[in-house]
């Protein structure tokens, strides 16, 4: 069984403080996909990057980065100088041979001026 | 021009009731889903449609049941609401997973539904 971790529920920061959002999965699967989707307060979903499990770079959008570690499992997100319009709930999302989209608990990121 | 749209955003009804939940998508995509959002934010997946037919039917309640009169649309229906139904639904599209596991998925604004 595919399975995703997200184990902060909530994390509160101040503005311009660098943020980590950490994400363990587990999965038989060797190929498989892991995601990152951000709900602002509005509640659409927005997609932020996807990863397939052969790429282990690092990868760096803006002031998003994103950590990705097989030897670990996991797949963390950091947000470099956040800003209050960063202040949603992140999700972490795995895909594997049985195409179905698992979703981690996601972690409440709070950004206060 | 919205990806994925669903309607209404937002439902309100009693107990008892049935409802319908739209959701159509301008992406070409071949696969269309629905996700059930619970109160504490947790998110499965319901159903998911490739092509019209049903290729992934989680454990659902069947007083739900999907109806998928083409590609580009994939409606929600409930019979008998009952007060646990009460969650926000999403929609999402895709390429067909059959090419794989590596489709990403474009999500609509949600329904929240509201079972009095």
């Known amino acids: 069984a595919q399975k995703v971790t997200q184990a902060q529920t909530e994390i509160s920061v101040v503005e311009k403080e660098d943020v980590t959002l950490d994400c363990v999965y587990e999965?038989?699967?060797?190929?498989?996909?892991l995601f990152w989707y951000k709900q602002p307060p509005s509640g659409e979903l927005v997609f932020l990057i996807r990863?397939?499990?052969?790429?282990?770079q690092n990868e760096i959008s803006g002031r998003y980065s994103w950590n990705f570690q097989k030897s670990t499992s996991s797949f963390n997100f950091t947000i470099t100088a956040s800003q209050v319009v960063d202040s949603a709930v992140y999700f972490c999302?795995?895909?594997?041979?049985?195409?179905?989209?698992?979703f981690g608990a996601g972690t409440i990121l709070r950004v206060k001026s | 021009d919205t990806a994925v749209s669903q309607t209404p955003k937002y439902l309100v009804t009693q107990m008892g009731n049935d409802k319908s939940i739209k959701c159509e998508q301008n992406?070409?995509?071949?696969?269309m889903y629905w996700y059930k959002q619970d109160s504490k934010k947790f998110l499965k997946i319901m159903f998911s449609?490739?092509?019209?037919?049903?290729?992934i039917n989680e454990t659902v309640p069947n007083r739900f049941s999907p109806k998928s009169p083409d590609k580009a649309h994939l409606n929600l229906h409930i019979n008998s609401l009952e007060l646990g139904d009460s969650a926000v639904y999403f929609c999402?599209?895709?390429?067909?997973?059959?090419?794989?596991?590596?489709?990403?998925?474009?999500f609509g604004a949600g329904t929240r539904l509201s079972v009095l």
């Open positions: 999402a599209s895709s390429q067909s997973p059959r090419r794989g596991p590596q489709n990403i998925q474009y």
């Open positions: 999965t038989r699967d060797t190929t498989y996909y």
């Open positions: 990863r397939n499990s052969f790429d282990e």
């Open positions: 999302a795995l895909s594997g041979a049985g195409n179905k989209l698992v």
């Open positions: 992406l070409g995509h071949d696969t």
């Open positions: 449609y490739n092509n019209k037919e049903l290729i």
